[in-house]
């Protein structure tokens, strides 16, 4: 099962557009700032929502702070939206092999009744 | 275009009335959905039992919302985290073949923002372009 902080972090449309934008390259919290326009403390206050979910590293490189997105939760959601689809997908499976069964024995009792 | 549900579809090689008689009969249904007690009564509650998982105690909570007899039908399906609506719906196309499709929607709470999101077209695309490549970036990287 998936982590509700994944959950609770993702809920926030401004901290999507962020992984988002995350998922093309890695961003200093000042360019996420200037991209999305919002205060300085917002930002942090949502990267660390994101940090806290495992959904964003943070590495300083000199003076700055950057920040990379961590796949795995992601990744792990997609499978989980995935995988109910899979789901239907095998259970129409089993669906086509009943109703052939029932197609079956209907014609095999329509020759049988002369 | 936003994806807010699950939609699965088949063309079976079968009478839409077998295929109705799959999605309604109670040992047919056991037979490729899950165990279950159901009864096509709308307004009737109805569970259908699986293997538990972390968070699922492996018995969806399901009641028959409305029956359009031989056509369509609609539950209510609560599982685990899952809160949502499955419609099933039954075409016939002539020289034997159905179209039966699934679709499940309504995800609701907070799980469902995510899942909306998650299935929305352009979140999707994320998933299959710019993250994988992402993925990949940092695979190269040690």
Not at chain 2, 97 to 114: E, K, N, P, Y
């Amino acid at each position: 099962m998936i982590d509700d902080r994944i959950f609770r972090a993702l809920a926030d449309p401004s901290r999507r557009a962020m992984v988002e934008r995350l998922a093309r390259k890695p961003h200093t919290s000042t360019e996420l700032g200037a991209s999305f326009a919002l205060s300085a403390p917002a930002v942090s206050q949502h990267l660390g929502v994101l940090r806290d979910a495992g959904l964003v590293e943070v590495e300083t490189v000199g003076r700055y702070r950057v920040y990379t997105l961590a796949p795995g939760p992601l990744l792990e959601l997609g499978a989980w939206a995935d995988a109910l689809e899979a789901q239907w997908s095998a259970r129409l499976d089993a669906l086509e092999t009943v109703v052939g069964r029932l197609q079956a024995k209907e014609k095999r009792s329509r020759r049988g009744t002369p | 275009m936003a994806r807010r549900d699950v939609t699965v579809s088949r063309v079976l090689r079968a009478d839409a009335r077998l295929v109705w008689r799959a999605l309604t009969e109670r040992e047919l249904l056991a037979e490729w959905l899950m165990p279950n007690d159901f009864v096509l009564e709308p307004g009737r509650p109805f569970t259908l039992r699986t293997d538990p998982a972390p968070g699922f105690d492996g018995v969806v909570r399901a009641e028959v919302l409305e029956v359009d007899p031989g056509r369509r039908m609609l539950w209510s399906w609560k599982g685990g985290p899952v809160d949502t609506v499955v419609e099933f719906r039954v075409e016939p196309l002539g020289d034997e073949l159905t179209r039966v499709t699934v679709v499940q929607r309504g995800f609701r709470g907070l799980r469902a923002v995510v899942v909306s999101a998650v299935l929305q077209l352009g979140w999707w695309n994320l998933m299959r372009g710019p993250l994988p490549r992402c993925v990949a970036r940092l695979a190269q990287a040690p």
